[in-house]
């Protein structure tokens, strides 16, 4: 499976952005997602989660109301839309897919650029 994101770029603090991950190939297999991210000299940290068929959903409490994560499986694409951004919110945003079931591993887009200017 391969994950590719789209939607980074530079707004202003209250601003709003829309992340996608498209995921290509062996997609019957993409279990929950994610996205994550990583400020410099930061470790990376997870934004959000999906389940496999959107039902469950978590935030880390830094984004809670602001960010809202969801999936279009029949497009084979995740979406994270962002709002009131903050100037704490500048990092490279990656998307993760656990692949499979009974051995199941990650998969991990190339990250994409989010940065908010104060």
């Known amino acids: 499976v391969q994950l590719v994101e789209s939607g980074g770029g530079l707004v202003q603090a209250g601003g709003s952005l829309r992340l996608s991950c498209a995921a290509s190939g062996s997609t019957f297999s993409v279990t929950a997602m994610g996205w994550y991210r990583q400020a410099p000299g930061k470790q990376r940290e997870l934004v959000a989660s999906i389940s496999s068929f959107g039902s469950n959903t978590n935030y880390a409490d830094s984004v809670k109301g602001r960010f809202t994560i969801s999936r279009d499986n029949a497009k084979s694409t995740m979406y994270l839309q962002m709002n009131s951004l903050k100037a704490e919110d500048t990092a490279v945003y990656y998307c993760?897919?656990?692949?499979?079931?009974?051995?199941?591993?990650?998969?991990w887009g190339q990250g994409t650029q989010v940065t908010v200017s104060s």
């Open positions: 993760n897919a656990r692949i499979g079931v009974i051995t199941p591993y990650d998969a």
